[in-house]
């Protein structure tokens, strides 16, 4: 089964930066959707940013320009570099990931992931 463990989380002031580290261990699939969402309180999760087994990349409006999101294959870990941060970035960060059908275009959507993380708490202060 696979297992996703995020790292990298903690405080900053507003337009400081971040990198979130994702490890993932146990099936290793060769075609793959992986991404980073969040979920502020009262709030639903959403889509940050996501990457293919191709290394195509989507990423949300709200944090086009940046955030990057990057995967080293070597260490199966999936990194998300967070810069200029924002009040409105605050929010516990969870990884995701998904078999990705031969072909297919992965989906920022939440519901479309299976295998997830326990998260990592991101607080931006203004």
């Known amino acids: 089964q696979e297992q996703l463990v995020e790292s990298g989380g903690g405080s900053v002031q507003a337009g400081g930066s971040l990198r979130l580290s994702c490890a993932a261990s146990?099936?290793?699939?060769?075609?793959?959707?992986m991404g980073w969402f969040r979920q502020a309180p009262g709030k639903e999760r959403e889509g940050v940013a996501i990457i293919d087994s191709d290394g195509s990349t989507i990423y949300a409006d709200s944090v086009k320009g940046r955030f990057t999101i990057s995967k080293d294959n070597a260490k199966n870990t999936l990194d998300l570099q967070m810069n200029s941060l924002k009040p409105e970035d605050t929010a516990m960060y969870y990884c995701?990931?998904?078999?990705?059908?031969?072909?297919?275009?992965?989906?920022?959507?939440?519901?479309?992931?299976?295998?997830w993380g326990q998260g990592t708490q991101v607080t931006v202060s203004s």
């Open positions: 995701a990931e998904d078999f990705r059908l031969p072909g297919a275009t992965c989906s920022i959507a939440p519901d479309e992931y299976s295998y």
């Open positions: 146990g099936y290793n699939y060769s075609s793959y959707c």
